[in-house]
């Protein structure tokens, strides 16, 4: 039986390998049309900072590595078309152009996303920069060292965004953020969101918001800024676009796939499409929320780990499922940790839940403690005292705290069980009372005196 996986960066190449651990008979083949292979886009910002001195270091396993469970690699290759009748692909060699036709049993879909680029005036200027893939994060590089910008506009402001402002200050490049809404970070409460602006502010990132970019302007083929919608003009050496992502669906769609609200590929909790035999897992695909049940799109890397893993195992001819996902997901951003699990809490009541919440202060070792830092931690809870969601932001360890939120969620708990669960507890590594406890124990008591 012969598995072909499209696409071989997070979801791909762990469904490659999970497949052959599952059926060691089986002929595995990804193509990928990167020159690279299973790296860790994650750590692209890390790269530029200079904190990874060597972007090699991303690279987790090359094609010579896949050899060696004998999963074939093509590099370079793009897969053109699928044909679900017959069950076969067009595959172009991208090095020599040329095109064959490649047969499979099972196929797996991991073609991931691509970041979205306003169609605006400008942004092929040399200096006008996305980051995604292993090519943008060279050129990421290259045009820092050729055009030795002092300053950066960086178009949105999630995740990738606040990364790369951080990056962009160690290297002393002057950055702004410009927003077309009225903040940051999105999937955080704005409350919880206003102090991540303070913490950037404080470090040097300035912000634009209610900012629309009309165009890039440049001189000589380079950006030397952007106008906005309102006709001003903003300088700036770099423009970052930083405004999302889409998923990868085109070859998916013209297969006949079924895609679904959010216009990523809608699979089952086995990660299989609509068309037999064709699974699919990762960016370019969806999740079911596991608080509200509906699908979403959750275009993270762990979570195209997981997918990954189940695609391959029900490709190789086991029987895995995929329940959903949380939307877990941390970043940090200069001296902030900044942590969210489940729904926020103006998430929770667009979903018909009666969210109430609480924020505490969480220190992450006893106050007396040499190093002890804090975070403001959020718990929400729904008015029957489940468990909801949680957000963590600051100094402290907002990762523990967000990491036990979700084991919470997982488990269905309610605040009544969190107020006494037994945690480690130690002056070097907790307060007395582990914070998410002290948390849920007033939320505990708020819904008690609702009741
Ligand atoms: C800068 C940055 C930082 C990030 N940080 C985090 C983080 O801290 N935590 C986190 O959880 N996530 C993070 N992410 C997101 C994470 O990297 C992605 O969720 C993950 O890479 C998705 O993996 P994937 O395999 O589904 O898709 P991709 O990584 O997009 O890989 C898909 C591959 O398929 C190839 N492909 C597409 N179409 C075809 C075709 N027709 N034929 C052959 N090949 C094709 C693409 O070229 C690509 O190489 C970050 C992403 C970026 C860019």
């Known amino acids: ?56 270091q991303l690279l987790i396993r090359t094609p010579s590595d896949f050899a060696q469970d004998r999963i074939q690699v093509f590099t370079e290759h793009r897969v053109e078309t699928i044909d679900h009748v017959n ?85 002393n490049i002057s950055t702004t953020i410009a927003a077309r809404g009225q903040r940051l970070l999105s999937a955080f409460d704005a409350d919880m969101a206003a102090l991540v602006l303070t913490h950037l502010q404080e470090n040097s990132v300035s912000f634009r918001f209610n900012t629309q970019v009309a165009e890039l302007i440049g001189h000589q083929q380079r950006v030397t800024g952007v106008t906005t919608t309102e006709g001003e003009f903003i300088a700036a050496d770099l423009v970052i676009f930083a405004i999302g992502i889409q998923a990868n669906v085109e070859l998916a769609k013209q297969a006949g796939i079924t895609l679904g609200k959010t216009g990523a590929i809608q699979v089952d909790a086995r990660m299989a499409t609509n068309l037999s035999d064709i699974y699919a897992a990762g960016d370019c695909c969806e999740t079911r929320n596991r608080i509200t049940g509906m699908a979403s799109w959750q275009p993270l890397g762990d979570t195209a780990n997981l997918q990954g893993r189940v695609a391959g195992e029900n490709a190789a001819g086991g029987d895995a499922y995929f329940q959903g996902s949380f939307g877990t997901s941390i970043l940090k951003v200069f001296d902030f940790n900044i ?63 967000i990491d036990i939120a979700a084991t919470a969620l997982l488990g269905n708990l309610s605040c009544a069980d969190l107020e006494y669960a037994d945690f480690a507890y130690s002056p070097p590594f907790s307060p007395v009372l582990s914070p998410i406890s002290v948390a849920a124990g007033v939320l505990a008591s708020r819904i008690k005196q609702q009741t």
């Open 339 to 401: 942590a969210m699990t489940g729904l926020p809490e103006h998430a929770a009541k667009q979903h018909g839940f009666t969210p109430l919440s609480v924020t505490v202060t969480a220190m992450d070792k006893a106050r007396y403690y040499p190093n002890a830092h804090s975070s403001q931690l959020k718990l929400i809870a729904n008015s029957n005292g489940r468990l909801l969601g949680a957000q963590a932001v600051g100094k402290g360890a907002s990762d523990k705290l």
């Open 1 to 56: 039986m012969r598995l072909v996986i499209i696409g071989g960066v997070a979801a791909g190449s762990k469904a490659a390998a999970k497949a052959r651990r599952v059926n060691a008979d089986l002929e595995i083949i990804i193509y990928q049309q990167e020159a690279e292979v299973s790296y860790s886009a994650c750590g692209e910002p890390y790269v530029i900072s200079g904190i990874i001195a060597d972007s090699q």
């Open 87 to 171: 069950k076969q692909l067009v595959v172009q060699d991208l090095k020599t152009r040329h095109c064959f036709t490649s047969i499979y049993d099972r196929l797996i879909i991991a073609t991931g996303a691509r970041p979205i680029i306003p169609t605006i005036n400008g942004t092929n200027l040399t200096g006008a920069l996305v980051l995604r893939s292993w090519t943008d994060l060279q050129t990421f590089r290259h045009t820092i060292t050729d055009l030795k910008p002092r300053s950066a506009l960086i178009i949105g402001a999630g995740y990738i965004s606040l990364e790369l402002a951080e990056a962009l200050t160690k290297l």
